[in-house]
């Protein structure tokens, strides 16, 4: 089991940024792949970022230019800054990470961008 905890969201003015972290309870050795998803009210959770074990990042077409997803190459878990924030990308964020093909989720950090 693997309890994962984000951090690092707020209320920020329209073209600012910010950085997402997450935490996890234990060492992560190996991966799937690691993610970030949000959730914006009313509206069906959607991957933004996505890093797969050995394979290319890839991106919402939404946050393409944007958004960047790292790894923290000690702990195998992931970053996501922010550039640019738009009030659409207005949501709950969540932390993604597949071990052994079983997701884990953290709780989320809430990300509010005001125009």
């Known amino acids: 089991q693997v309890q994962l905890v984000e951090s690092g969201g707020g209320l920020v003015q329209a073209g600012e940024s910010l950085r997402l972290s997450c935490a996890a309870s234990?060492?992560?050795?190996?991966?799937?792949?690691m993610a970030w998803y949000r959730q914006a009210p009313g509206k069906q959770r959607e991957l933004v970022a996505r890093i797969p074990s050995g394979g290319r990042v890839s991106y919402a077409d939404s946050v393409k230019g944007r958004f960047t997803i790292s790894r923290d190459n000690a702990r195998n878990t992931p970053y996501l800054q922010m550039n640019s924030l738009k009030p659409e990308d207005t949501a709950r964020y969540y932390c993604?990470?597949?071990?052994?093909?079983?997701?884990?989720w953290g709780q989320g950090t809430q990300v509010t961008v005001s125009s």
């Open positions: 234990r060492s992560i050795t190996s991966f799937n792949a």
């Open positions: 993604n990470v597949a071990i052994n093909w079983h997701d884990y």
